[in-house]
């Protein structure tokens, strides 16, 4: 057979809704839908949202996941507001040009074995990554990642 004896006809909507019971149309709308929903769970890259540098730093969690924060003095990180059960934020602490700062975390985040204190690296200019998980139960923000010196 060669493809000059193949019938190439078109696609009949009204045939294929007599054998499946949908329209060639509803098919097509059903799989653009589908993608659309599918374009809301696409993660998007995000931009780290800037903290202002004060005595006790400020996270709105709700911003976002990646907040950047360049101490210019010793500083505690206040707890998070507007936080969600399992939300995983990473914190960014960069050290002036000074250097030397230092972090003190708020009450409501846990430290564990691994992980027993938050110490910054002391070089000027330098940055060091915090990761923790919200755990909505008890209202705790887990340290589960420390780096240093970037």
């Not at 004896?5 to 509803?26: A, C, D, M, Q």
């Amino acid at each position: 057979m060669t493809m000059d004896n193949i019938s190439w006809s078109p696609l009949k909507s009204e045939r294929l809704k007599k054998t499946r019971g949908v329209s060639f149309e509803e098919i097509i709308a059903s799989r653009d839908e589908r993608r659309n929903v599918l374009k809301n769970y696409i993660p998007k890259p995000q931009v780290p949202i800037v903290l202002t540098d004060a005595a006790t730093i400020a996270t709105d969690a709700s911003l976002g996941n990646h907040f950047r924060v360049t101490l210019g003095d010793n500083r505690t990180l206040g707890n998070p507001t507007n936080s969600t059960d399992g939300q995983k934020v990473i914190w960014e602490f960069v050290q002036d040009v000074a250097g030397s700062r230092t972090i003190t975390l708020d009450t409501r985040f846990g430290l564990g074995t691994d992980i027993t204190a938050v110490t910054l690296t002391t070089t000027a200019n330098k940055r060091d990554f915090m990761t923790a998980i919200y755990n909505m139960g008890v209202g705790t923000w887990y340290v589960v990642g420390f780096v240093k010196e970037y």
